[in-house]
Every structure is written in C-alpha cells, then in structure tokens.
DNA sequence: GTTGTGACTAAAATTATATATGGTCACTCT
DNA sequence: AGAGTGACCATATATAATTTTAGTCACAAC
C-alpha cells in the first residue's frame, strides 16, 4: 500500500524498447483504474503476457514505474500550464494564467484521475525525482515570464529578480504541489485571483 | 487513535469546577507526554482519582478534551504573535512580525511539544472550532494592522481592504496553520522574510 | 440535588496468523 | 548474447481472534 521513500527512479535493460512501453501502457491503466497500491507488478506483467520477472529487466522496482508514470502526469500538467500561459501575450496576464491554470489542471487530473492524482501526493510527499523537476521547470517558467515583464516594462527592475522569483514561487506552491493543494481545495476558486492580483501589485514599477 | 471529525466541542455540567480544572491539567500533562490516542479516560481519571464515568459529567467526549487543550495551544501561539506583533510600533513592522512570529511561535510548540502539536494538526485537518476561532483571530490582527497602515500612510488604500486582507491571509495561511506549517518545514527560515517583503510591496502606496 | 461509581456494550485498537507481493537468480531456449 | 521464466525468500499486507477503550446508565451516598 506504502509508497517507499527513493529519491531517484532508475530504470534498466534497453531504454527504447518495445516491452517497455507495453509496461509503461498497462501501468497507466492499472495504476489510473485500480491505484498503485492495488496494482501487483504480476498484474502488469499478466497484461502484457510476459511473466514477472520479465518487468524486472526494465524497472528496477515497481516505484520506478510509479514514477515514470507520476512523471509523465506532472508533465501533462505542465504542457497545460504552459499552453495557458503562452494564450496571453503580455506577461502581467502570463502570470494570472500561470497561478489559474495551476489549480485548474491539477484539479482537472485530480477529477479525472484521482489513483494517478494519489501517486503524484506520494511523489510530493516523498520528494521524487519528478516532483522536483516539475517544481523547478515551473519555477523556471515563472522567472522567464518576470525576465519578459521585466523587459517590457510591465514589472518592477528595483527587487533582485531571484529574490522576486522565490518569493512568488512561494506564494504559487500551496497550489502548484499537489500535496498542499489537496489542503486548499477550500481555497481553489479565489485563490488563484486574490494571489495573482496581490503578486502584480507587488511588481507594479 | 484517530481523532473523530466533529466540528463543535461542547462540555456540559458545571463551567466553572474543581473538577474541571483537574481534568485540563491532567489531559494537557498526559496528551502532552503521550499523545492524544494513548492517553485512555481513565487514565486521566485515575489521574485526578475519580472514576471515568465522572469525567463524563464535564466532558461530552475525549474528543471535547482535546479540544479545550488545543485551544490553549493555540492561544499561547496567538499570544506570542501579538507580542511579537505589539513590539513594532509601525504597521510595515507589524506585518514583517506577525509572518516571522506566526512561523516561530508554531515551530516553538512543534519542537517544544509534539504531541500537542498533532493535536493541532488535527484541529486544523478536521476544522475544529477552535482552529476555526485561531484562524479568525489571526485574520481579524492582520486586518487591524492594514487599518492601521492605511491610516498612517504606509500602505495604499485603493485595492478593498477585505480583498487584501483575504489575499495576504492566503500568503499566511501555509505557515500559519499546522497542518499546512508541517509541508513547508524546508522554508521556514526565508518564507516568512521573503513573504513579508512581497506583501509589503504590494501594499506600497 | 449534587457528587460519584461499577457494570455494561458497541466500536476500536491490538495482537496473532495466514496470505500475497516485491524482488532476485539460476536457468532454459532461441 | 539476448529473450524470457519458474522457483524461491524475506517482507508486506490482509484477515481473523482478542483485548481495550469510549461512552452510557442505573443506582448509591451524602
């Protein structure tokens, strides 16, 4: 039932191999349909016809797959956000998309996906590699959007941008990481306003 | 071991009560030391040496119990925040110490006092009343403080106060609320000062 | 009427036991 | 050499048996 705590997902045996893809496409359906915790790697392997053992020799542990397939949700995710943010072309309204299309397309997953939406709480909760990819691309995303503020004359140039992009980062985080969001659902409908409007105010020049 | 979701902690017989007293003196020393789900009734009742039963005569439950402890965790923070809150005399001070505060007073306890502070993680993630009453407090200071700011000229008075206000509780509220304190333990020592800084150029006139 | 309790029960927690699962490895078959 | 597996073991998980515990109530003493 437990998700233990690795901080990587090592993979092994060929990278692109037809098999493993076959793993990677039964686990999503179990993982989605069943949970992770109810998915038994025999299970995967009776879905694609091959014996137990078999997995071993493209995963080195059912986390692994977990993560792959966490890491793949978490970049679902992301593509939304991004698609959100790139519809505004001023960054002022970049960044009321980026706090907006965070909670809707993790609720969107956590709708529509609740077992794959568990798996990424475990990845949070326990720090995974992919979690903290996705953290720090999105954060990646938001300093880009303050660079181009920046430039245009949207923002502020007196605050030392690292300091800007961690502060506001850590006023996104309650509902970028899907672990804090789940304690915010509450909040979900104003939130993504209140705080957006609050962090421009802070950037008006 | 689990505490029930209960939303309202009544008590019933005599308010005002030996008895009583004895029961909240125990029940802090025990929770405190051995937690909330291994302390029995009547282990507090053979700490006061009267039967179980009669602690019933004062409490409506064990969960009644917490409760009452819980609230007086929870005033103690509130009272190291106002404090802290109190010792600045300008508004933008005020804020700077009522973020810092929020986060030392509950990593006090946290340190001081795990037990009592699973308690009031779960307070917080079964919205007791008295993590209710904590919250409206804490919002109810942060609103005097902008009153104040506004009043002094220290912060801007276009943007509706009530939407500042909710907007900068939502800043807050990760590190002010235990259960949500507990996922940001990474950030306790730049969250606040950076927070606190973001808030106040927004509230810059 | 107030103070106080032992005896009781339904539900929860604990322990004990059985079963299932993750993961490995020597091995076979192409 | 690469593809693939059955048999195996330590640990985790589920299930059943047992004990604790929260909470009530009728009743006693004052």
Redesign the interface.
Known sequence: MNIPNETLAPTRGPIDHDVRNQIVAAATEHFSHYGYGKTTVSDLAKAIGFSKAYIYKFFESKQAIGEMICSRCLHDIETDIRAAVDEADRPPEKLRRLFKSSVTASLRLFSSDRKLYEIAISAATEQWQAARDYEFRIKALLQDILQEGRQSGDF?RK?PID??A???Y??L??YL?P??LQ?NFD?TD??PT??S???L???SP
Chains 1, 2 share one sequence.
């Open positions: 502020e605050t300091e800007t961690t502060a506001i850590l006023v985080r309650p990481n672990l804090l304690h909040h104003e939130a209140h705080l409007s609050l962090v105010r802070s950037l």
